[in-house]
């Protein structure tokens, strides 16, 4: 009895270990992470046990003396690598939008475990023999449509990772694979870096000459927050930059910033991604090759709605060769207001954004400060709802009480037209030094189908856009509202997913079509009545604005897509490169932009030292925004023909291209939609082209 109540007492008083999040069921609405609980040394330990688990589930299935069937084999090697897949989501989301140097830390050391663990399942010959084994025989499989769509693609999927290679070869293709992971972590995070270290610090106030009010406002508290009293800070970051090339005066600066821009990662110093770069092509085409491909490209391309480099190319040059003589008259036409303005000097590529808005301007009556009041970031969210709720008749409602990764973020919960949960929704939308640059659509947690129970997704959509200033709030540009349009169109196919099982294989092409196409609604009038109101009066934007947006349509199309083919066209070059490859970066790229024709006066979108896309899952892919494009517009010429909300139309796209994202081949997806392959009029229309 007294060794009872000792024991007792021990245990009362004995200090324990706080449990890692990651090993619990969440105990949160929706089974949201814990954000407020999941700790930096949380996740280490997590990951080691997940790939520990995740190798055991590997063993069960190889080690069976059963025959190989789809349930022991594809099923259950597609229900293995949870907890792997719950630590991941949680930490790459983290990296992107709220990291820190300790994060930063544990993302190198674990790129290399993870690229390890992959390879190990990829080029294990038990798993894969199993797998080709029912791939054989998979006429007598008695599958549904996902689930033959699922078993050819896992096995090509090994295939084109190496299974087929002999064991010295795949200890070569370990070893890339382990330089690679690292090299793209190092790439991203110097950018980051040279992104946050730049500041324009401005003390002289006749230097904000040209500048609206709402800017100067925020350039101030910037300062400030840096402890900069009395003075003005601008980044590189797009919200802060945009606005002082298209309204300061001053010419030196507008080009000291942009050059800050175009230079992040080419500054000689310990962020250089030149070397970088240059060894991850060289890896990438030395991989394509031992996989028995002719380029990275030629590798990349075989399982996307293109096939091939030159399809894409095609398409590239076309649209190139059409947008330079419009960007040409851009320029010309820019050049005649210098002039008259007594400017003794040639348009350069710092100058193009203000005196395109001079231009604009101009030949529009058009001032893009007349649109932000109309723009709000909240009217922006909730017209983009509304859009949904017409289009789809699911509903948003904010979520106070819940987790949140960042304080900044919001919480909503969506609900189908007869209330039924679909999912969360998490928005985050303004700049800090802990996000990485630009706009995407990420998530928590997939759909999928476990043990006949339905899993539904979270999903989150991060921006970088102009923070409220003094008592303005959040105001937008147009530019910036397509974006959250766009965003929330992979929040809208994230949101609908069906597929049944967690392993999924979608053609990148048609990745971005669910998101591009969002944006034709962003603008329509119809539109623009339901949610760009005065934040001040709360007024409808007027008619005869809504006259001048539309008119401006094609107002500098030729520099927006000369400057996204430029980019395109770089990333072609590179994976286009034939093993050996030893480039020189800044040569490279200025020979390719002189062999496309680039106008001088135009910069690519993205130059080779900051060009995250390129690096980090749309290498030999940057096309696919344009690809995507000849879809989204062919796409929205159904809407049109029936009406932009015609629910019938949007029960289509739904079923036929939202739903079955990577469960099914993309050109068939978009045959069932449209009735008929693509056409590209609608787009060389739409962008004054044609």
């Not at 992959?118 to 791939?135: H, P």
């Not at 050059?259 to 060894?279: E, F, P, T």
């Not at 480099?309 to 947008?323: A, I």
């Not at 700049?431 to 759909?447: F, I, L, N, T, V």
Request: with cysteine.
């Amino acid at each position: 009895m007294m060794t009872a109540i000792i024991a007792v007492v021990s245990c009362t008083t004995e200090k324990k270990e706080p449990v890692n999040p990651f090993f619990t069921e969440w105990q949160t609405p929706f089974g949201v992470p814990p954000f407020d609980q999941i700790k930096n040394e949380n996740y280490m330990p997590a990951a080691d046990s997940a790939i520990t688990l995740a190798k055991a589930e590997i063993e069960a299935i190889t080690s069976s003396t059963e025959a190989p069937t789809f349930k022991n084999t594809i099923a259950a090697y597609d229900r293995g690598g949870q907890l792997l897949n719950k630590v991941a989501f949680v930490f790459y989301a983290q990296t992107s939008a709220n990291t820190n140097d300790t994060l930063e830390a544990l993302q190198m050391e674990l790129a290399p475990k993870m690229a390890a663990f992959t390879d190990e399942v990829l080029l294990n010959a038990a798993l894969f023999q199993r797998i080709k084994a029912i791939y054989d025989n998979r006429a007598n499989e008695n599958l549904n449509d996902e689930e033959m769509f699922l078993l050819e693609n896992l096995y090509k999927g090994f295939v084109r990772n190496g299974a087929l290679l002999n064991s010295t070869d795949q200890e070569t293709l370990k070893k890339l694979n382990q330089e690679i992971s690292k090299l793209t972590v190092k790439f991203s995070q110097n950018v980051l870096a040279e992104t946050n270290d730049f500041k324009l610090v401005i003390d002289n106030e006749a230097d904000l000459a040209g500048l609206p009010e709402s800017v100067i406002t925020n350039a101030a508290e910037m300062a400030e927050a840096d402890s900069l009293m009395g003075k003005w800070v601008f980044t590189t970051q797009k919200p802060s930059m945009i606005p002082f090339l298209q309204y300061a005066d001053n010419r030196d600066l507008r080009k000291k910033l942009y050059d800050a821009y175009l230079n992040r990662g080419n500054n000689h110093n310990q962020y250089d991604n030149n070397q970088v770069l240059a060894d991850l092509v060289r890896l990438r085409a030395d991989r394509a090759k031992l996989l028995g491909y002719k380029t990275h490209a030629a590798l990349n391309l075989e399982n996307r709605m293109a096939k091939t480099p030159e399809n894409v190319l095609n398409l590239l040059n076309n649209l190139l060769g059409r947008s330079l003589p419009v960007a040409g008259r851009e320029r010309d036409e820019m050049q005649k207001i210098i002039d008259s303005e007594g400017g003794k000097f040639k348009l350069e590529p710092h100058d193009w954004w203000y005196y395109a808005e001079k231009l604009r301007k101009s030949k529009y009556d058009l001032d893009e400060n007349e649109l932000r009041p109309y723009f709000s970031l909240d009217n922006a969210r909730d017209g983009v709802f509304a859009v949904a709720n017409k289009l789809y008749g699911i509903t948003f409602t904010r979520i106070e009480n819940i987790p949140l990764p960042h304080p900044d973020a919001q919480a909503f919960e969506v609900k189908e037209a007869d209330g039924r949960h679909l999912g969360v929704l998490y928005m985050d939308f303004f700049p800090r030094e802990s996000k990485r640059q630009g706009a995407w659509c990420g998530g928590y947690r997939d759909h999928r189908v476990l043990d006949g129970k339905e899993i539904t997704p979270i999903v989150t959509i991060v921006g970088n856009f102009t923070p409220p200033a003094g008592d303005e709030p959040a105001l937008l540009s147009l530019d910036d509202v397509n974006t959250l349009f766009h965003e929330f169109g992979h929040g809208l196919q994230g949101l609908f997913s069906k597929n049944t099982y967690s392993s999924t294989t979608t053609a990148r092409d048609i990745v971005e079509l669910p998101s591009q196409i969002m944006e034709h609604w962003a603008t329509n009038p119809e539109v623009l009545k339901m949610y760009a109101r005065h934040y001040k009066t709360g007024e409808v934007m007027p008619d005869a604005l809504i006259e001048k947006i539309k008119n401006s349509t094609y107002f500098n199309t030729g520099f927006d897509n000369v400057e996204i083919m430029a980019a395109s066209l770089l990333d072609m070059a590179y994976y286009s490169l034939e093993a050996p490859v030893n480039v020189d970066v800044q040569k490279f790229e200025k020979e390719t932009m002189k062999k496309i024709g680039l106008i001088p006066e135009i910069e690519p979108r993205y130059r080779s030292t900051y060009f995250l896309h390129m690096i980090d899952g749309y290498d030999a892919g940057y096309y696919v925004y344009t690809w995507a494009a000849v879809l989204d517009n062919d796409a929205f010429e159904a809407f049109k023909e029936k009406g932009i909300f015609d629910q019938a139309t949007a029960a289509s796209f739904r079923k036929n291209i939202l739903e079955k994202m990577g469960t099914m081949d993309a050109e068939q997806m978009y045959l069932n939609f449209r009735g008929r392959e693509p056409k590209i009029d609608a787009l060389l229309k739409n962008r004054g082209l044609n």
